[in-house]
């Protein structure tokens, strides 16, 4: 089999098999497509020629490109996965790379909102005109359930379910039900019932929220709406759409929510993704008693 066969068998498997997240694709295609691409024009190898000393080297000109310890971490394990499965697949007999590592930048915590900063960022969005009813519903259902952005412009109409004051989330095939508090049920529904219906295209348009062509939102397009809520809010930090979901599941923990809610509120497939929350509490509280202790 000629080596882009293995390489399209590699991405089909992924998205098949394993049902990873488009982004997560996109990163392992990206680091397998670099790696060949290098034993081609560098060593004319095949990847079942590759062995220890050839993972090392491309470490080594991956050093040489000025890649930092993060990204080439995160290459190695985009070629162990793909080794993993050409073993799978008789290809080769052993993994090249399964006793090479390198040490990674300590991991930084996600940064988090304050409850001041949540209020004045959700308080941006002005009710004068349609965009601003959409932009209110759009962040007050972000900050209430925690949802990816990729889950958020992926919502139905019929995945909210306002009588019951919940949403209803698909991701890889698994549902998850998130419930959202009361103001944010009171945007969401003034948005559907005021607005949406003159937004739209077509009638027949499923999308929960659609950009000013009546199409559904995209990433790129709450991205813009959130960096400008950003800048009139004056707010110094880098908010991503990521900054609110990790404030959501931050402050929950803060006010005694459980770890196990919390997990399958965000849909995490192992708690471990959800304990790095209890850090961020933990330096918050830290940083708080330095600041406000008379002998700190």
């Known amino acids: 089999m000629p080596e882009e066969n293995y390489i399209k068998s590699f991405e089909r498997y992924l998205n098949d098999e394993r049902h990873v997240s488009s982004n997560t694709l996109l990163s392992y295609m990206r680091d397998v497509h670099q790696f060949a691409d290098y034993l081609t024009r560098y060593l004319r190898l095949s990847l ?3 062995n220890q000393d050839t993972v ?3 470490v080594a000109w991956l050093r040489s490109e000025g890649k930092s310890n993060a990204t080439i971490a995160r290459c190695l394990a985009s070629i162990k996965c793909l080794y993993t499965y050409l073993v799978r697949q008789g290809v080769v007999e052993e993994n090249p790379v399964f006793d090479i590592s390198v040490e990674r930048a300590e991991k930084k915590l996600p940064q988090i909102l304050t409850s001041a900063e949540v209020e004045l960022l959700l308080d941006q969005p002005k009710c004068t005109d349609m965009k601003g009813y959409r932009d209110r519903a759009m962040l007050e259902l ?3 359930t925690g949802i990816r952005v990729s889950e958020l412009i992926s919502l139905d109409v019929d995945d909210v379910k306002l009588s019951a004051g919940i949403i209803k989330c698909s991701t ?5 039900y998130i419930p959202m508090y009361s103001t944010a049920i009171r945007a969401v529904s003034d948005y559907i019932n005021l607005v949406r219906g003159q937004m739209v295209a077509s009638p027949t348009e499923q999308a ?3 950009n000013v062509n009546g199409q559904r939102m995209t990433r790129q397009g709450f991205w813009k709406v959130l960096k400008h809520y950003q800048e009139t809010a004056k707010i110094e930090k880098d908010i991503t759409p990521h900054t609110l979901r990790h404030s959501f599941a931050a402050h929950l923990l803060e006010n005694g929510a459980d770890l196990r809610s919390i997990q399958e509120m965000l849909g995490h497939a192992d708690i471990s993704s959800t304990q790095v929350y209890t850090q961020v509490v933990k ?3 830290k940083d708080v008693y330095n600041k406000a202790h008379p002998r700190a």
Do not use: P, T
Not at 172 to 176: M, S
């Open 208 to 210: 929960l929220f659609v």
């Open 283 to 285: 330096k918050q509280l």
């Open 172 to 176: 890889h095939g698994k549902e998850r």
């Open 48 to 50: 079942s020629e590759v």
């Open 56 to 58: 090392r080297g491309y």
């Open 142 to 144: 972000l900050y209430a």
